[in-house]
C-alpha cells in the first residue's frame, strides 16, 4: 500500500533540526531525561495502544516540544527581568540560571504534554485539525507569542485591568488567528486556569516569589500569557504531528 | 443572487481586469510602482537614523531651571527626555600645565610629573572651598554627588575610585590623591598603565575616565612635542547651585589665570543617553528575528514551479519590507513621529503583514493551464484567489482595529502602523508582486517554449474562453507535467550536502560578497561610530535641523563648536588665532622665565576644541562611571556645566625639585628615541604580522582547495570537446568531470538493421531485419555464430498487423514496413508452396567449429536458389517417429531420473533429435513457416529462444548454432518472450499468453550410434549443454490473455507480467501460469513494462502515464502523468524510477513517492532507449551515439559516439550487460561500449 512505505519513511525533518539544539542544551538535556520517561509512559497510557514507531515518533515529538518549551521559558523571562534590569549582563544571567532553575524544565515538560495532548484531543474527537497547517503558519503563530510577551513586559499600561483585557484580547486574536477550534480554546483555557492556579500555590507556599513587587500586576497577565502559550504549543505540537505524517508530501 | 455573491463576483471581474492590465504592461507599473515606494519613502529622510549615540540638548546657564518633570506648554521646544532633574552635573576643571620655558636639562619626565602633581594642591583647593552666603555655607561636600560602594565585580578599582562621598575624579585618584605616595611613586607612567586594559579596548578605560580628555590629547607621555599636559578634575554634582559654583570658579580663575582663553562659560550641556542594549535584551531581539527569518524561510519555501525561486521570494520580501517602509514613510508624512524601537516592532510588522497572500497568488497562478496566454493566466490567478484575498485583508484590518481600540498608546502607534503597512502591502501585491510574477512565467514560458517546441507542436492549443474568471477548465493531464523545467535547487536534492555547500558558494561567489560587504559594513561602522565622525556630525545635523536644538541658544553656540570640534586635527589649522603668548604670565607661583626662550618651548593655548573635551571622549564614559556605582544613565540625562579653565605655568626649577630620584637614573636618552624611530618599529611589526598572516591564509586556502578539489581537477582538458554541439549543458556549475576517452567497440557483421538483441551476460544475440542471428562474445566482441535465415523471401502471416495500428510507430517501426516489403517480395502470399524446398534443416556451421564433422554441403549459403535439402520434411517426421519409438522403449521413467550417459553423444543436427518431440503435435505438420522474420528473442544459458512472426518459437544453441528445439503450437507471431530458468513464455500477436517448459533429457544410448563419442570435455554451459536433448513443451496457453495484442512481456522473480493494447496489465505466476492480477489504471496501451527482483513492476502507457504497482497484492503505488506521448522505456533503481517517452524527455521519480526529482530534455529523436549501470549511472542512447548521466545530479556525464556518421542512425535497443559494459544496436552494426571505471566510480 502507497501509505504503508510513506509511513515507514517519514519523519526525518523536524528531529534532524532540533538536534543540534539538543545538543546545544545538553545540560537541560540530562535533567529532561527523566520526566521525559514520565511523559511519555503518561502519553502513552493516555493514547492507548500505540505502536512501537508511534512511541518512538512520540517521543521524538516530546523531546522537540519540551526543548521548544525550555526556550521559550528562557527567553520569556529575560524579557521579564528585563523590566528591571540592571547595567550589567552577568548578573542578569546568573539571576536567570540560578535562582529558579526548575522553572525552564516545568515549562518544557508542559509544553512537552500539551503539545502531545493537542493532535491526541483532536484525534480522540475526531475532528482533525485543517486549518493553515503549515510551517509557516506556525511561525507567524509563535511570533505572535512573543510579541505579547513583549508586550506585556515591556509597554506600561494604565492599569492592570487595561492589561489584562488587552492581553485577553490579543490572545483570543491569537486563537482565532491560528486555531479556530473548538478543542484548541478549552485545552487553552484549562491550561491556563491549571497553570495559573498552580503558579499561585507555589507563591502562597512561598517557594517561588515573584521579583515584582506588584503582585495584582503579574497576577493580571498570568493567565493571558498561559493561554496563549498553550494554544502556540498547541499549534506547534498538530504541526509536529502532521509533519510526520505529511512530510513527504510536501517536499 | 445575495449580495454576498454579487460582491464575490465583482471582486473577481476586478481582479481578473486587473491581472490582465498588470501583464500587459508589466514594465510601466514596475516603474510607477517603484516611483511610489519611492515617493511614500521620502519622508523618511528626515528621520534621524536609529542609533544609541546620546542626544544634547544645550541651554543657556543663567537662566536656568531644573525642568519640570511634566511637559509644559512649550513643547517642541524642548526634547522629550528633557524632563526632570538630570541624573548629576558635571562640572569640570580643565587643567593645562607645562614646564615653561623648556630647559634642555630637563628629562622627559618633568613634562608631566610635575604638572599632574599640581592637582593635589588643585583638589585641596576645590575641596575646601566654602560658599557662603545669606542662606548659609555651602561647601563641595553637600552639593556633589554621594556615592557609595563600586559594584563587587569592581574590587581592584577600590583604591583609585572614590567611594561613599563625592564623586570626584581626577589624575590624583591614581595615587589616592595623597601628594605623598605621589612623590614615592618611581615610574609615573607604569601607575597609569597599570590599570589600562590590555588588548585592545574599545569602551572607556580608566585613564580616559580619570584625566578627563582622550588620551593623545593628555600629554603625558615621554615622547610628547607639545609638553603640555591637559588634564580635568570631575566632579558630579547633585544639586545645582550657580553661586557655589560661580565663586569656585571665580576662585580657580584668580588663582590660575588663563589669559587667552576663549572659552565660553555661558551654555551648559545636557547630554540624554538611549537605552542600552545588553545581552539580556539581545537575546528576546535576536529570537524574535530567528522566527522572523525561519516565518520567511518557511513561506518562500512554498514557491514553487516558477522560473525563479529566488527571485520570486525576493519580491515577496521586498514587497512586505518596502510597504513596512512606505507605512513609516506615510505616517510620518502625516505628523505622526515613531517613537516604539524600530528594531524592536519590525518582525511584530512583518509577521502581522505576513506573505501569506502572495504565496497564495502565487500558487493561484502558477495553478492555471499552461496552455493560456500569459495575461490569462495572471488574470485567472488573480480573480481566483480574489476572494480569499480581500476576505483576509478585511480580517486583518479588523483585528488591528480591535486592537486600536485597547487605548494603549503604545499598541495604537503599531496598529496604526500595521494598518498603513496593510494597505500599502496590498497595493504593492497587486502592483508590484503581480507584475514580477507575470515577468517571471513569461520568462518561464519562453524557456519551456525553447526546450520543447517539437513535442509541443503536435499539442492543439486550446482556446480559453474571452472571460471565465471562475472556470478554469481542468486539463486533462496537462499540467502535471507541463511544467518539467524545474527551479534547479529542486533538482539538485539530491547532492550531497558537502557538495551542495560548495557549490552554493562557489555559484555565488558568496565569500567574496560576504567579504565585501562585511568591508563595507566595517567602513560604515568605523565611520559611523567614530568620534571624531560621522556620528557626532550627524547630531549635530540632527540637533541643527530640529527645531529643538536650537531652542534657547544662540545660533553660533549650536553647530558650530560642535563640528570642528569633531576633529582635532583640522581645528588646530582652522584655530582662528593660536594667541601667540610666548612669555606666558605665571601669575600663579610668581615664578617668572628667566627669558630663557628657546623654540621647544611649550605654549598653551585655549581653543573650542577644549570648551567640547566631553566629546572627544568616547560615548561611553559617563555611563561607564556612574555604572561603576550601580548608577544607569540609559534613558536619564546628565547635564555638564561650562568648563573651568585652569592654566598652570611650572618653572623648570619646580620640575627638577619634584623629580624622583629615579626619573633621571632610568631615564633613557631622549634624543634617539623619537617617536618616528617608534612608528618605524610599529609599521615593521605591522607589516611582518600582516606577511605572516597573509602567508598562513595562502596555506589555508591551498589545504581548502586540496580538500575540496578532485587530484586531477581540470587536468584533463577537452572538457566540452565531445560534448553534444554544446547545447547540453553538462553542468549548470560549469564543472565538467575529466574525460576519459571511451571508444566503443563495432561488432559488425549484420546486413541490415538490427532488430532484436539478447544477452545473458557472457553472450550477446542479436537479430537483424534479414534474420540471421548472430552470437557475439560480449567480453570481446568475437562473432562466436551465425544463425543465418532459411531464406530471404520471407512469407509474413500479416494478418495480424491491423491490431498493430495503433502501435509506438517508434519503437517498432521494422516489421510494418518489413511486411510490405515483404509481402512485395512473395508474390505467392503467406502460403506459398515454395516452403519445403526452402527448408533448411541444418543450420549453419560457425567456422569455429573446424573440429567438427564437415558439414558444409549442408549449409544453405544462399538461400534463395539453393535446392531443398537432402532431409525433406517428410524424412524428418519418418525418422522422428522412428526414434520417438525407440525413445520411449528404452526409457526407463518419463522423468530425468536417467544416468547421464558419460560419452556425450556427437552434436546431432538439431532437426534429428527435435523432430520426435514436435511431431506429436497435432498441427505441426501444416505449413511450418521458416520464413518468418524473428520477432523476439531471447538468450538464456547458450540457448536462444526465438519468437517469429509465423508464430513459431526455435530454440538453438548459442554455441554451435544449430536448432535445438522448435515448437510451433502456435500460429499467431510470437511478439514477445520471455526466458526465465527453464520457462519460457511466449506472448502472441492474438492477445493469447504461451507457456513453455524446456526440458533437458539425457540422451540415451541409443541415439549414440549416430554420432561420434567425445566432447565430454566440453565446459559445461550454465543451463543447457549442447549433449542434453531438450524438450519444449507447451505447458498451457492462455487463449485470451489479453484482447489485443500483447505489447510487452517481462519476467522476473516467479512473476511474468505482460502489458497489452487493451490497456491493462496482467501478473502471471510462473510456476503453473495462473493470473494472479489484472492490473487496470491506464488509460491507453501499455507500452514498456519493468519488473525486477525486488518485485517492484512500473508500467508506462501510451497515455502517458506510469504507474507503480504492488505486485504482492496487485494494488497501485503511484501514478504519474509524466510524459506527452507514449513511455517508450522505463527503468528502476533502488530509489527512483526512470522513464523516458516519446516527448524526448527523461524523467526520474522517485519510487517511494512518486514525486518527480527532474527531467531531462534531449535531443529530438532519440532517447528512446534507457539502462542504468549501477544506482547513480544510467545511460541512455541517442542519435548515433550514448550518453551517460549521473542520476544524482541529472547532469550529462559523457557522451560516447559509436561511429563517425552519427547523424541519422539512432540508438533503438540498449543492453547493460553485467561487467558494466552496454550494448546498443547502432543501424547494421551492434555497438560494444565498455563504461570506463571513472563513472563507475562516481558516488
Known amino acids: 500500500m502507497p501509505r504503508l512505505e510513506e509511513h515507514c519513511w517519514s519523519c526525518s525533518c523536524p528531529t534532524r533540526m532540533k538536534a543540534e539544539e539538543l545538543s546545544s542544551a545538553s545540560w537541560v538535556a540530562s535533567k529532561a531525561e527523566e520526566m521525559m520517561s514520565i511523559v511519555t509512559s503518561v502519553a502513552g497510557h493516555a493514547c492507548g495502544s500505540l505502536h512501537r514507531i508511534q512511541t518512538a515518533n512520540l517521543i521524538r515529538r516530546g523531546l522537540v516540544l519540551f526543548t521548544i518549551g525550555v526556550f521559550l521559558a528562557l527567553v520569556l523571562n529575560l524579557l521579564q527581568i528585563q523590566r528591571n534590569v540592571t547595567l550589567f549582563p552577568e548578573e542578569v544571567m546568573a539571576t536567570l540560571f540560578s535562582s529558579a532553575w526548575w522553572i525552564p524544565p516545568c515549562c518544557g515538560t508542559a509544553a512537552a504534554v500539551i503539545g502531545l495532548l493537542y493532535p491526541c484531543l483532536d484525534s480522540h474527537l475526531g475532528e482533525p485539525h485543517k486549518f493553515k497547517r503549515e510551517w509557516a503558519s506556525v511561525m507567524r503563530c509563535i511570533a505572535v507569542f512573543v510579541g505579547i510577551n513583549h508586550a506585556s513586559a515591556k509597554l506600561d499600561f494604565a492599569n492592570n485591568v487595561q492589561l489584562s483585557l488587552t492581553l485577553a484580547a490579543l490572545s483570543l486574536g491569537l486563537w482565532w488567528t491560528f486555531d479556530r477550534s473548538r478543542s484548541g480554546f478549552g485545552l487553552g483555557l484549562t491550561t491556563a486556569l491549571l497553570a495559573t492556579l498552580i503558579t499561585q500555590l507555589l507563591v502562597y507556599n512561598g517557594v517561588y516569589q515573584y521579583t515584582s513587587p506588584d503582585f495584582l500586576y503579574v497576577r493580571s497577565w498570568l493567565p493571558c500569557i498561559f493561554f496563549s502559550g498553550g494554544v502556540t504549543v498547541g499549534n506547534i505540537g498538530r504541526q509536529l504531528a502532521m509533519g510526520c505524517a505529511e512530510k513527504p508530501h510536501n517536499d | 443572487m445575495t449580495v454576498r455573491e454579487r460582491l464575490r463576483q465583482n471582486i473577481s471581474a476586478a481582479f481578473y481586469r486587473h491581472g490582465l492590465l498588470c501583464a500587459s504592461y508589466p514594465v510601466p507599473i514596475v516603474l510607477f510602482t517603484s516611483a511610489s515606494i519611492l515617493t511614500c519613502c521620502y519622508p523618511l529622510l528626515k528621520l534621524p537614523l536609529p542609533g544609541t549615540g546620546p542626544v544634547v540638548f544645550t541651554t543657556g546657564v543663567r537662566d536656568y531651571t531644573i525642568p519640570y518633570h511634566e511637559p509644559q506648554g512649550e513643547i517642541g521646544e524642548r526634547p522629550e527626555w528633557y524632563r526632570g532633574p538630570p541624573v548629576a552635573y558635571i562640572q569640570q576643571v580643565l587643567v593645562k600645565a607645562a614646564v615653561s620655558p623648556w630647559d634642555n636639562t630637563l628629562v622627559p619626565v618633568d613634562v608631566f610629573r610635575s604638572p599632574i602633581g599640581r592637582v593635589f594642591s588643585l583638589l585641596e583647593e576645590i575641596r575646601n572651598h566654602v560658599y557662603t552666603d545669606s542662606s548659609g555655607v555651602r561647601s563641595l561636600e553637600s552639593l556633589c554627588l554621594q556615592v557609595t560602594d563600586l559594584l563587587p565585580g569592581l574590587r581592584r578599582m577600590q583604591t583609585i575610585l572614590p567611594e561613599h562621598g563625592c564623586l570626584l575624579v581626577s589624575p590624583g585618584n591614581y595615587w589616592q590623591n595623597q601628594r605623598d605616595l605621589f612623590d614615592l611613586d618611581s615610574d609615573l607612567l607604569k601607575t597609569i598603565h597599570q590599570h589600562e586594559p590590555k588588548g585592545f579596548h574599545i569602551s572607556t578605560s580608566l585613564r580616559d575616565l580619570l584625566f578627563g580628555v582622550m588620551k593623545e590629547h593628555t600629554g603625558v607621555s615621554l615622547y610628547s612635542k607639545k609638553r603640555v599636559v591637559t588634564y580635568t578634575i570631575t566632579i558630579a554634582l547633585s544639586s545645582y547651585d550657580p553661586r557655589f559654583l560661580g565663586s569656585l570658579r571665580a576662585r580657580l580663575k584668580q588663582l590660575h589665570p588663563s589669559l587667552n582663553c576663549t572659552l565660553r562659560d555661558d551654555h551648559m550641556v545636557h547630554v540624554h543617553f538611549k537605552?542600552?542594549?545588553?545581552?539580556?535584551?539581545?537575546?528576546?531581539?535576536?529570537?524574535?528575528?530567528?522566527?522572523?527569518?525561519?516565518?520567511?524561510?518557511?513561506?518562500?519555501?512554498?514557491?514553487?514551479?516558477?522560473?525563479?525561486?529566488?527571485?520570486?521570494?525576493?519580491?515577496?520580501?521586498?514587497?512586505?519590507?518596502?510597504?513596512?517602509?512606505?507605512?513609516?514613510?506615510?505616517?510620518?508624512?502625516?505628523?505622526?513621529?515613531?517613537?516604539?524601537?524600530?528594531?524592536?516592532?519590525?518582525?511584530?510588522?512583518?509577521?502581522?503583514?505576513?506573505?501569506?497572500?502572495?504565496?497564495?497568488?502565487?500558487?493561484?497562478?502558477?495553478?492555471?493551464?499552461?496552455?493560456?496566454?500569459?495575461?490569462?493566466?495572471?488574470?485567472?490567478?488573480?480573480?481566483?484567489?480574489?476572494?480569499?484575498?480581500?476576505?483576509?485583508?478585511?480580517?486583518?484590518?479588523?483585528?488591528?482595529?480591535?486592537?486600536?481600540?485597547?487605548?494603549?498608546?503604545?499598541?495604537?502607534?503599531?496598529?496604526?502602523?500595521?494598518?498603513?503597512?496593510?494597505?500599502?502591502?496590498?497595493?504593492?501585491?497587486?502592483?508590484?508582486?503581480?507584475?514580477?510574477?507575470?515577468?517571471?512565467?513569461?520568462?518561464?514560458?519562453?524557456?519551456?517554449?525553447?526546450?520543447?517546441?517539437?513535442?509541443?507542436?503536435?499539442?492543439?492549443?486550446?482556446?480559453?474562453?474571452?472571460?471565465?474568471?471562475?472556470?478554469?477548465?481542468?486539463?486533462?493531464?496537462?499540467?502535471?507535467?507541463?511544467?518539467?523545467?524545474?527551479?534547479?535547487?529542486?533538482?539538485?536534492?539530491?547532492?550531497?550536502?558537502?557538495?551542495?555547500?560548495?557549490?552554493?558558494?562557489?555559484?555565488?561567489?558568496?565569500?567574496?560578497?560576504?567579504?565585501?560587504?562585511?568591508?563595507?559594513?566595517?567602513?560604515?561602522?568605523?565611520?559611523?561610530?567614530?568620534?571624531?565622525?560621522?556620528?557626532?556630525?550627524?547630531?549635530?545635523?540632527?540637533?541643527?535641523?530640529?527645531?529643538?536644538?536650537?531652542?534657547?541658544?544662540?545660533?553660533?553656540?549650536?553647530?558650530?563648536?560642535?563640528?570642528?570640534?569633531?576633529?582635532?586635527?583640522?581645528?588646530?589649522?582652522?584655530?582662528?588665532?593660536?594667541?601667540?603668548?610666548?612669555?606666558?604670565?605665571?601669575?600663579?607661583?610668581?615664578?617668572?622665565?628667566?627669558?630663557?626662550?628657546?623654540?621647544?618651548?611649550?605654549?598653551?593655548?585655549?581653543?573650542?576644541?577644549?570648551?567640547?573635551?566631553?566629546?572627544?571622549?568616547?560615548?561611553?564614559?559617563?555611563?561607564?562611571?556612574?555604572?561603576?556605582?550601580?548608577?544607569?544613565?540609559?534613558?536619564?540625562?546628565?547635564?555638564?556645566?561650562?568648563?573651568?579653565?585652569?592654566?598652570?605655568?611650572?618653572?623648570?626649577?619646580?620640575?627638577?625639585?619634584?623629580?624622583?630620584?629615579?626619573?633621571?637614573?632610568?631615564?633613557?636618552?631622549?634624543?634617539?628615541?623619537?617617536?618616528?624611530?617608534?612608528?618605524?618599529?610599529?609599521?615593521?611589526?605591522?607589516?611582518?604580522?600582516?606577511?605572516?598572516?597573509?602567508?598562513?591564509?595562502?596555506?589555508?586556502?591551498?589545504?581548502?582547495?586540496?580538500?575540496?578539489?578532485?587530484?586531477?581537477?581540470?587536468?584533463?582538458?577537452?572538457?566540452?570537446?565531445?560534448?553534444?554541439?554544446?547545447?547540453?549543458?553538462?553542468?549548470?556549475?560549469?564543472?565538467?568531470?575529466?574525460?576519459?576517452?571511451?571508444?566503443?567497440?563495432?561488432?559488425?557483421?549484420?546486413?541490415?538493421?538490427?532488430?532484436?538483441?539478447?544477452?545473458?551476460?557472457?553472450?550477446?544475440?542479436?537479430?537483424?531485419?534479414?534474420?540471421?542471428?548472430?552470437?557475439?562474445?560480449?567480453?570481446?566482441?568475437?562473432?562466436?555464430?551465425?544463425?543465418?535465415?532459411?531464406?530471404?523471401?520471407?512469407?509474413?502471416?500479416?494478418?495480424?498487423?491491423?491490431?498493430?495500428?495503433?502501435?509506438?510507430?517508434?519503437?517498432?517501426?521494422?516489421?510494418?514496413?518489413?511486411?510490405?516489403?515483404?509481402?512485395?517480395?512473395?508474390?505467392?502470399?503467406?502460403?506459398?508452396?515454395?516452403?519445403?524446398?526452402?527448408?533448411?534443416?541444418?543450420?549453419?556451421?560457425?567456422?569455429?567449429?573446424?573440429?567438427?564433422?564437415?558439414?558444409?554441403?549442408?549449409?544453405?549459403?544462399?538461400?534463395?536458389?539453393?535446392?531443398?535439402?537432402?532431409?525433406?520434411?517428410?524424412?524428418?517426421?519418418?525418422?522422428?517417429?522412428?526414434?520417438?519409438?525407440?525413445?520411449?522403449?528404452?526409457?526407463?521413467?518419463?522423468?530425468?531420473?536417467?544416468?547421464?550417459?558419460?560419452?556425450?553423444?556427437?552434436?546431432?543436427?538439431?532437426?534429428?533429435?527435435?523432430?520426435?518431440?514436435?511431431?506429436?503435435?497435432?498441427?505441426?505438420?501444416?505449413?511450418?513457416?521458416?520464413?518468418?522474420?524473428?520477432?523476439?528473442?531471447?538468450?538464456?544459458?547458450?540457448?536462444?529462444?526465438?519468437?517469429?512472426?509465423?508464430?513459431?518459437?526455435?530454440?538453438?544453441?548459442?554455441?554451435?548454432?544449430?536448432?535445438?528445439?522448435?515448437?510451433?503450437?502456435?500460429?499467431?507471431?510470437?511478439?514477445?518472450?520471455?526466458?526465465?530458468?527453464?520457462?519460457?513464455?511466449?506472448?502472441?500477436?492474438?492477445?493469447?499468453?504461451?507457456?513453455?517448459?524446456?526440458?533437458?533429457?539425457?540422451?540415451?544410448?541409443?541415439?549414440?550410434?549416430?554420432?561420434?563419442?567425445?566432447?565430454?570435455?566440453?565446459?559445461?554451459?550454465?543451463?543447457?549443454?549442447?549433449?542434453?536433448?531438450?524438450?519444449?513443451?507447451?505447458?498451457?496457453?492462455?487463449?485470451?490473455?489479453?484482447?489485443?495484442?500483447?505489447?510487452?512481456?517481462?519476467?522476473?522473480?516467479?512473476?511474468?507480467?505482460?502489458?497489452?493494447?487493451?490497456?491493462?496489465?496482467?501478473?502471471?505466476?510462473?510456476?503453473?501460469?495462473?493470473?494472479?492480477?489484472?492490473?487496470?489504471?491506464?488509460?491507453?496501451?501499455?507500452?514498456?513494462?519493468?519488473?525486477?527482483?525486488?518485485?517492484?513492476?512500473?508500467?508506462?502507457?501510451?497515455?502517458?502515464?506510469?504507474?507503480?504497482?504492488?505486485?504482492?497484492?496487485?494494488?497501485?503505488?503511484?501514478?504519474?502523468?509524466?510524459?506527452?506521448?507514449?513511455?517508450?522505456?522505463?527503468?528502476?533503481?533502488?530509489?527512483?524510477?526512470?522513464?523516458?517517452?516519446?516527448?524526448?524527455?527523461?524523467?526520474?521519480?522517485?519510487?517511494?513517492?512518486?514525486?518527480?526529482?527532474?527531467?531531462i530534455q534531449q535531443e529530438v529523436g532519440c532517447g528512446a532507449s534507457l539502462g542504468v549501470i549501477s544506482e547513480s549511472l544510467l545511460v541512455t542512447g541517442g542519435q548515433g551515439c550514448v550518453s551517460f548521466w549521473d542520476l544524482n545530479f541529472g547532469d550529462l556525464l559523457q557522451t560516447v559516439y559509436l561511429g563517425q556518421n552519427s547523424e541519422g542512425q539512432g540508438v533503438r535497443q540498449l543492453l547493460v550487460l553485467e561487467n558494466a559494459a552496454i550494448v546498443c544496436d547502432f543501424g547494421s552494426e551492434l555497438s560494444l561500449v565498455y563504461v570506463p571505471s571513472v563513472l563507475e566510480k562516481l558516488d
Not at chain 2, 674 to 694: F, H, I, R, S, W
Request: glycine content about 8%.
Open chain 2, 275 to 1159: 537605552e542600552e542594549i545588553g545581552i539580556a535584551e539581545l537575546i528576546p531581539l535576536v529570537t524574535t528575528y530567528i522566527i522572523l527569518f525561519a516565518y520567511i524561510y518557511f513561506s518562500t519555501r512554498k514557491i514553487d514551479m516558477v522560473k525563479s525561486k529566488w527571485g520570486l521570494a525576493l519580491a515577496a520580501v521586498v514587497t512586505v519590507l518596502s510597504s513596512l517602509l512606505m507605512s513609516v514613510g506615510l505616517c510620518t508624512l502625516f505628523g505622526l513621529t515613531p517613537t516604539l524601537n524600530g528594531g524592536e516592532i519590525f518582525p511584530y510588522l512583518v509577521v502581522v503583514i505576513g506573505l501569506e497572500n502572495v504565496l497564495v497568488l502565487t500558487k493561484s497562478v502558477v495553478s492555471t493551464p499552461v496552455d493560456l496566454e500569459v495575461k490569462l493566466r495572471i488574470a485567472q490567478g488573480l480573480s481566483n484567489e480574489s476572494w480569499s484575498i480581500m476576505k483576509n485583508v478585511a480580517t486583518e484590518l479588523g483585528i488591528i482595529l480591535i486592537g486600536y481600540f485597547t487605548l494603549v498608546p503604545a499598541i495604537q502607534e503599531f496598529c496604526l502602523f500595521a494598518v498603513v503597512g496593510l494597505v500599502s502591502d496590498f497595493f504593492l501585491q497587486m502592483f508590484f508582486f503581480t507584475t514580477v510574477l507575470s515577468i517571471d512565467i513569461r520568462r518561464m514560458e519562453l524557456a519551456d517554449l525553447n526546450r520543447r517546441l517539437p513535442a509541443e507542436a503536435g499539442m492543439p492549443q486550446p482556446k480559453p474562453g474571452p472571460l471565465r474568471p471562475r472556470e478554469t477548465p481542468p486539463p486533462p493531464r496537462q499540467s502535471p507535467h507541463t511544467i518539467t523545467l524545474q527551479a534547479p535547487a529542486f533538482r539538485n536534492l539530491r547532492l550531497p550536502k558537502r557538495l551542495r555547500v560548495v557549490y552554493f558558494l562557489a555559484r555565488t561567489r558568496l565569500a567574496q560578497r560576504i567579504i565585501m560587504v562585511g568591508t563595507v559594513i566595517w567602513i560604515g561602522i568605523l565611520v559611523y561610530t567614530d568620534p571624531a565622525g560621522l556620528r557626532t556630525y550627524l547630531a549635530a545635523q540632527v540637533s541643527e535641523q530640529s527645531p529643538l536644538g536650537e531652542s534657547g541658544l544662540p545660533p553660533h553656540l549650536g553647530v558650530a563648536p560642535v563640528f570642528p570640534g569633531g576633529d582635532p586635527t583640522s581645528t588646530l589649522s582652522v584655530l582662528p588665532a593660536p594667541e601667540p603668548t610666548i612669555i606666558p604670565e605665571n601669575h600663579s607661583n610668581g615664578h617668572d622665565s628667566l627669558g630663557h626662550i628657546t623654540p621647544v618651548s611649550p605654549q598653551i593655548s585655549w581653543g573650542p576644541e577644549d570648551e567640547d573635551g566631553w566629546k572627544h571622549l568616547y560615548l561611553r564614559q559617563w555611563p561607564s562611571l556612574f555604572s561603576y556605582y550601580n548608577i544607569t544613565l540609559a534613558k536619564r540625562y546628565i547635564s555638564i556645566l561650562p568648563v573651568i579653565p585652569v592654566t598652570l605655568h611650572l618653572s623648570p626649577q619646580e620640575a627638577i625639585e619634584t623629580r624622583h630620584p629615579q626619573d633621571t637614573r632610568h631615564q633613557p636618552p631622549p634624543i634617539p628615541r623619537t617617536p618616528d624611530q617608534q612608528n618605524d618599529l610599529t609599521l615593521y611589526k605591522v607589516a611582518a604580522l600582516g606577511l605572516a598572516a597573509g602567508v598562513l591564509l595562502v596555506l589555508l586556502l591551498f589545504c581548502l582547495y586540496r580538500v575540496l578539489c578532485p587530484r586531477n581537477y581540470g587536468q584533463n582538458g577537452v572538457p566540452h570537446g565531445r560534448r553534444r554541439r554544446g547545447d547540453l549543458p553538462c553542468d549548470e556549475y560549469g564543472y565538467s568531470p575529466p574525460v576519459s576517452e571511451i571508444s566503443p567497440l563495432l561488432l559488425r557483421g549484420h546486413s541490415m538493421d538490427i532488430e532484436c538483441l539478447a544477452s545473458d551476460g557472457m553472450l550477446l544475440a542479436s537479430c537483424c531485419l534479414a534474420g540471421q542471428i548472430r552470437v557475439w562474445d560480449a567480453q570481446t566482441g568475437d562473432c562466436l555464430t551465425i544463425i543465418p535465415n532459411n531464406g530471404l523471401r520471407r512469407s509474413s502471416s500479416s494478418g495480424g498487423w491491423e491490431h498493430r495500428d495503433g502501435w509506438d510507430p517508434m519503437t517498432m517501426p521494422e516489421p510494418d514496413t518489413l511486411s510490405g516489403a515483404d509481402t512485395g517480395a512473395c508474390l505467392e502470399g503467406a502460403e506459398c508452396d515454395g516452403y519445403p524446398l526452402r527448408r533448411r534443416l541444418t543450420p549453419s556451421r560457425p567456422a569455429l567449429f573446424v573440429d567438427q564433422p564437415d558439414l558444409t554441403p549442408l549449409i544453405d549459403t544462399n538461400f534463395s536458389e539453393l535446392p531443398p535439402s537432402q532431409k525433406p520434411p517428410k524424412n524428418g517426421f519418418d525418422f522422428g517417429e522412428l526414434v520417438d519409438r525407440a525413445y520411449q522403449e528404452h526409457e526407463p521413467s518419463p522423468s530425468l531420473a536417467f544416468t547421464p550417459s558419460p560419452t556425450a553423444p556427437q552434436p546431432r543436427r538439431p532437426s534429428v533429435g527435435d523432430q520426435p518431440v514436435m511431431s506429436p503435435d497435432p498441427c505441426s505438420p501444416g505449413p511450418t513457416d521458416w520464413d518468418s522474420s524473428v520477432w523476439a528473442m531471447e538468450l538464456r544459458g547458450n540457448l536462444i529462444a526465438a519468437g517469429r512472426s509465423s508464430g513459431k518459437l526455435e530454440l538453438w544453441d548459442a554455441v554451435e548454432g544449430s536448432l535445438r528445439c522448435c515448437n510451433e503450437d502456435g500460429v499467431s507471431g510470437i511478439t514477445a518472450l520471455a526466458f526465465h530458468n527453464n520457462r519460457i513464455v511466449a506472448a502472441r500477436l492474438n492477445g493469447s499468453l504461451d507457456f513453455f517448459t524446456v526440458e533437458t533429457n539425457k540422451p540415451l544410448g541409443l541415439l549414440q550410434y549416430r554420432g561420434a563419442p567425445g566432447r565430454g570435455s566440453m565446459p559445461p554451459s550454465p543451463c543447457y549443454r549442447s549433449e542434453d536433448v531438450i524438450n519444449c513443451q507447451l505447458t498451457r496457453s492462455v487463449q485470451c490473455a489479453h484482447q489485443k495484442p500483447i505489447t510487452v512481456l517481462r519476467a522476473a522473480a516467479g512473476r511474468v507480467v505482460t502489458g497489452s493494447q487493451d490497456h491493462t496489465v496482467r501478473v502471471y505466476r510462473l510456476e503453473d501460469s495462473c493470473c494472479l492480477f489484472t492490473l487496470q489504471g491506464h488509460s491507453g496501451g501499455i507500452t514498456s513494462i519493468y519488473i525486477d527482483q525486488t518485485m517492484v513492476l512500473a508500467s508506462g502507457g501510451q497515455d502517458g502515464a506510469i504507474c507503480l504497482w504492488d505486485v504482492l497484492t496487485g494494488s497501485r503505488v503511484s501514478h504519474v502523468y509524466g510524459h506527452r506521448g507514449d513511455v517508450t522505456s522505463l527503468v528502476c533503481t533502488t530509489s527512483c524510477v526512470i522513464s523516458s517517452g516519446l516527448d524526448d524527455l527523461i524523467c526520474i521519480w522517485d519510487r517511494s513517492t512518486g514525486i518527480k526529482l527532474y527531467s
